[in-house]
């Protein structure tokens, strides 16, 4: 065997002892990783996270974006999961240190939710909710309205500690591999 054919990374895993070293090796890159990581689990308000991305304190890191754009009917459909009450995936934010949070993944259904209920979208296409098609949240009863803003979406809020780069790493997994 030629010697420029090993890898200076390389380890025997064939022999319990390269194993155990590979194994270190792996513990050690992870930890490393883990430390730069930190983050939160909370639940807001449909009424908080509308109100925050109204004033801006919400906002999408232009790090973040992609070119993927929900159109009404996906919005409609978002909406439509919240009222009936389906389990939603939880919303990606990271804290800054002005006081913001950066939106890292979520902005296509944060953007829905407030452009329900601050009256930009008409819901449309639902077939579940039926009677809602073609309603504004200003349509709907004082109830059904104060009901839907007090609904708690689940958020992950990433630390001010977690990098950028960390930050858009993880963005880039959530928008690459696990969305189609």
Same mark, same amino acid.
């Given at each position: 065997m030629n010697t420029e054919d090993i890898s200076p990374n390389a380890v025997d895993t064939d022999t319990e002892a390269g194993r155990k070293r590979k194994g270190d090796s792996v513990s050690r890159q992870i930890t490393k990783l883990r430390l730069k990581t930190d983050f939160d689990i909370r639940n807001m308000s449909i009424e908080y996270l509308t109100a925050g991305f109204k004033e801006g304190d919400f906002y999408l890191n232009e790090e973040y974006r992609h070119n993927f754009d929900w159109n009404r009917s996906k919005k409609s459909r978002y909406i439509e999961s919240i009222f009936i009450g389906y389990p939603v995936p939880p919303l990606f934010l990271a804290d800054n240190d002005d006081g913001r949070? =950066? *939106? %890292? =993944? !979520? %902005?296509?259904? *944060?953007? @829905? %939710? @407030? !452009?329900?209920v601050l009256g930009d979208l008409a819901v449309s296409d639902l077939t579940k909710l039926t009677e809602l098609n073609g309603l504004k949240f200003t349509d709907l009863s004082a109830r059904l309205q104060e009901n839907f803003k007090k609904t708690m979406l689940r958020v992950i809020v990433f630390e001010r500690k977690t990098s950028l780069q960390a930050r858009k790493d993880f963005f880039e997994i959530m928008n690459t591999h696990w969305v189609q």
């Open positions: 949070c =950066d *939106i %890292v =993944d !979520g %902005v296509q259904r *944060i953007s @829905a %939710v @407030a !452009g329900f």
